[in-house]
């Protein structure tokens, strides 16, 4: 899952996309709301981290913009305003969700696994074939109830398809999931990280190749 952070606090910025890349999450972060709308425009986010107070746009007018034109992208506010208006005025312009720092990172990781949950209708743990997925442990148990031992990307793909389960997912789509700007995948690594998945799967559940268009997690 990726998410994009627009935050202008470099020891901030610094530690929540630490914080989220152990918990996971691939993060790409910018320092103004001006480079927002370029990201967006580039890859598929499940979640955008906002704070309220940047130079030139401000967070409160970035999220009016973005639901004025229309996204339904889930926002988390993070900010150091603990005032009670700020908070209603940017849940009323369309935020999903806020967080006052100083926060601690395993609470912001959980509320960012609530959004993307609530976002895709999926449950915290789910079970396609035999495979029981568990969103927020992060693993997956099959029905011999042993957790299936994934690498990160692995995890990352699993949990991208689980999201979509039954639909198609692009390799574009998977690759933008499972790594930031800062790191090159390509298509032929996605290959092989979704065929040493599918080992690890067994006959549990199966990632479907559909050709010229992606993958599918179905029941075995
Ligand atoms: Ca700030």
């Not at 993070?78 to 100083?102: E, Q, S």
């Not at 959004?115 to 997925?133: D, F, Q, S």
């Not at 979509?164 to 390509?186: C, N, P």
Request: proline fraction near 2%; include cysteine; aromatic fraction near 4%.
């Amino acid at each position: 899952m990726r998410i994009l952070l627009v935050e202008d606090d470099p020891l901030v910025s610094d530690a929540i996309v630490r914080g989220l890349a152990t918990a996971g999450y691939a993060v790409d972060a910018v320092t103004d709301a001006e480079s927002v709308q370029v990201h967006l425009d580039a890859a598929h986010y499940d979640l955008a981290i906002v704070d309220l107070g940047l130079p030139g746009e401000d967070g409160f007018t970035l999220v009016h913009r973005l639901r004025r034109e229309g996204s339904s992208l889930p926002l988390l506010i993070v900010t150091a305003r603990d005032g009670l208006d700020d908070r209603i005025n940017a849940l009323d312009l369309g935020a999903d969700d806020y967080l006052v720092k100083p926060f601690a990172l395993p609470e912001l990781a959980a509320r960012c696994r609530a959004l993307i949950r609530r976002a895709t209708a999926a449950a915290n743990e789910m079970v396609v074939g035999r495979l029981r997925i568990d969103l927020a442990g992060r693993r997956a148990i099959n029905d011999d109830r042993r957790a299936l031992e994934l690498t990160r990307r692995e995890w990352s793909i699993l949990e991208c398809l689980a999201h979509h389960s039954g639909r198609v997912v692009s390799k574009e789509r998977l690759i933008q999931a499972i790594g930031s700007w800062d790191e090159e995948i390509s298509g032929n690594a996605i290959e092989v990280h979704v065929s040493r998945l599918r080992a690890k799967l067994g006959e549990a559940a199966t990632v479907r190749s559909i050709r010229g268009l992606g993958y599918r997690l179905d029941d075995a």
